[in-house]
């Protein structure tokens, strides 16, 4: 053996190897290791001893393709900083399982053009499907129905009622949140929100409504007060109300960057909460509830399990299993629920 010889890397064994030394098809060696059924007994036992003795691994891509599938899914989103598609990408790994799926991440910034440059790479990388993430729960522009692969919709609908998009409930939550300001003893409730033309503002303000009908109260000041989503609205707006409404004992926020100016107001005028005036947010934002003093209440959004429920959507879809609920096209919701801290009531 040559100096040169000896420090030559050693070559990965292929399928072509492995073929050779069983004395079988290139095509019969990948159906005996992929566990095809039409693959005789013995041939299936020579090329799974030729691939031990020469160490051979198949290479994962090219096994997935043989399959039809490449094992990997685009998530393509506009939520600059993360804040949403972070936790819907971790839950849908979750989903997907360690080392199952791989998730190409691709951020478009707002931009439509950039968005269809990433859309064509990523089925470029023949992806087997694509979550597509938005950063407002308005409905966004469809990708269309001719794309080879299936599409979930996640945070942001689609516009097209054809498409399968999942949204947190909303509405619901606004229940949950004036239902939890009821139960801790709260019977003057404001609600102080950001910018009207968000669905978020309005489905959240609409089931606020509906608990407070139910709980038989009128919402404290007679309307919603909407405005922009920052503490510096948050903390104009609680001086506006209490202004008017002194007697105020809980101010529902509209998020949780919002309440964090209501709770500086508060500060501000001396009252103490939650004793004299309970706060509530929306959407659980550590950043911003575990800052806050006190901690602040908030309705969680629940994006991790709005990952994991997308990507279940996606592999029933990509997996062509037809049942009513991989198959149903339309708007899902899916629950929140309330995270209960120290800004509502003593002791949590």
């Not at 999942?166 to 003057?188: I, K, Q, S």
């Not at 501000?268 to 509530?280: C, I, Y």
Request: glycine share 12%; with cysteine; net charge neutral.
């Amino acid at each position: 053996m040559t100096g040169t010889d000896a420090a030559s890397p050693r070559r990965a064994p292929t399928l072509r190897d492995v073929a050779g030394m069983a004395g079988v098809s290139i095509a019969t060696a990948s159906k005996a290791l992929n566990g095809r059924t039409n693959v005789h007994p013995d041939t299936r036992r020579r090329v799974v001893e030729a691939a031990e003795r020469l160490a051979f691994t198949p290479n994962s891509l090219a096994k997935a393709m043989l399959a039809g599938q490449t094992g990997t899914v685009g998530l393509l989103t506009n939520d600059l900083e993360g804040r949403f598609s972070i936790p819907i990408l971790m839950g849908a790994e979750d989903a997907f399982g360690a080392g199952r799926m791989s998730v190409f991440l691709c951020d478009a910034r707002g931009d439509a053009i950039r968005e269809q440059h990433h859309l064509r790479a990523l089925l470029g990388r023949r992806v087997d499907g694509l979550i597509v993430v938005g950063s407002t729960t308005d409905p966004r522009p469809s990708l269309g129905q001719e794309l080879p692969v299936p599409v979930i919709y996640a945070y942001a609908p689609s516009d097209d009622p054809g498409d399968v998009s999942l949204v947190p409930d909303n509405v619901n939550a606004g229940c949950l949140a004036v239902e939890h300001l009821v139960a801790t003893g709260h019977r003057r409730i404001a609600h102080i929100s950001g910018d009207v033309s968000y669905a978020a503002a309005r489905d959240r303000a609409a089931g606020a409504d509906q608990a407070l009908a139910a709980a038989g109260l009128p919402l404290a000041g007679g309307h919603v007060r909407y405005g922009s989503w920052s503490e510096a609205w948050g903390r104009s707006a609680t001086h506006t109300l209490l202004d008017g409404e002194p007697d105020v004992d809980a101010i529902l926020c509209g998020s949780d960057q919002i309440a964090r100016g209501v709770l500086d107001a508060l500060r501000d005028r001396g009252l103490a909460v939650p004793d004299e005036v309970a706060v509530m947010g929306f959407d659980n934002w550590e950043p911003m509830v575990a800052g806050a003093r006190p901690q602040l209440t908030s309705v969680d959004m629940n994006f991790q399990a709005l990952g994991r429920r997308a990507a279940e959507r996606l592999v029933a879809a990509m997996g062509g299993r037809g049942s009513e609920s991989a198959a149903r096209p339309g708007i899902e919701t899916t629950p929140c629920r309330v995270v209960v801290r120290g800004s509502t009531t003593r002791g949590a």
